[in-house]
C-alpha cells in the first residue's frame, strides 16, 4: 500500500494515466474494485513496459512506445539518422527543460497530496 501510495504521490498523473489507459481503472478505483496489492501488482507490470506512460515516464522516454511501434517507426525512415533522433530516448521529454512549479509551489502541492492520501481498511 505504502510502495503504491509513495508512487501515486511522485507520479500522480502518470499512475493515473496508466491505469486508466492500460488497465480500464482509475485512482479512485483504489481500494473498492481494485485492491491497493492488485494496484501494486498492476503497477509493477506497467513499470517494466516502455509502451506505458509509466514505463516511458522511468525510462525518461520522451513518449511511449512498444518494439512493435519502434520496428515500424525505424522501417518506414529511410534514414537511419533520422529514425535514431526520433527514438524515445534520444528525444528531449516534454517540459523537461523548464519546471512548471516553483519550488514552493511543489513542496506546497506535495503536502496537499500527502494530507488527502487516506488510509481505509
Do not use: C, H
Not at 509513495?6 to 492500460?22: C, K, N, S, Y
Request: aromatic share 4%; proline share 6%.
Amino acid at each position: 500500500m505504502i510502495a503504491v501510495a509513495q508512487l501515486i504521490r511522485d507520479r500522480p498523473g502518470t499512475v493515473a494515466r496508466t491505469l486508466r489507459e492500460t488497465f480500464g481503472v482509475g485512482l479512485s478505483d483504489l481500494g473498492d474494485r481494485l485492491s491497493w496489492g492488485e494496484a501494486l501488482l498492476l503497477l509493477r507490470e506497467a513499470a517494466a513496459d516502455q509502451s506505458t506512460a509509466l514505463g516511458a515516464d522511468l525510462a525518461d522516454w520522451a513518449y511511449p512506445a512498444s518494439i512493435r511501434d519502434l520496428i515500424a517507426l525505424s522501417a518506414q525512415i529511410a534514414n537511419p539518422k533520422v529514425a535514431s533522433k526520433l527514438m524515445p530516448w534520444a528525444m528531449e521529454r516534454p517540459g523537461a527543460k523548464e519546471p512548471n512549479a516553483t519550488p514552493d509551489e511543489v513542496v506546497a502541492a506535495v503536502a496537499e497530496l500527502d494530507a488527502g492520501i487516506v488510509f481505509g481498511s
